[in-house]
């Protein structure tokens, strides 16, 4: 999911104003490269199926300059991104959140 934190604190919560992000583009990448992108629907969330068993990471667009306040210090995308493998035919990963600082 993407989402637009109102209050900064990282978790959704639409009760605190947090929005969820239409048309966020979100990047799959392999060795570097982007082999995938794909768009937020109506509920700020996205899907990339068809991954081989391989090392990838998941990098968010950041078109508006916000700031990200999830994840924090990602682990792929320099710090702004998901990274994660596959080792079986069977196994699904899920993605956490993106999260932008909005005023």
Do not use: H, R
């Amino acid at each position: 999911m993407v989402f637009g934190d109102v209050d900064g604190n990282g978790a959704y919560d639409p009760f605190s104003g947090d929005t969820l992000i239409v048309g966020a583009t979100v990047q799959l990448k392999w060795n570097g490269q982007v082999i995938a992108a794909a768009s937020t629907d109506g509920n700020g969330d996205y899907d990339i199926g068809g991954l081989g068993n391989s090392s990838y990471e998941v990098c968010i667009i950041n078109d508006g300059g916000y700031a990200l306040t999830v994840p924090v210090n990602g682990n792929g995308c320099g710090g702004s991104g998901y990274a994660f493998s596959f080792n079986s035919a069977f196994e699904a990963w899920a993605v956490n959140n993106f999260a932008f600082l909005q005023p």
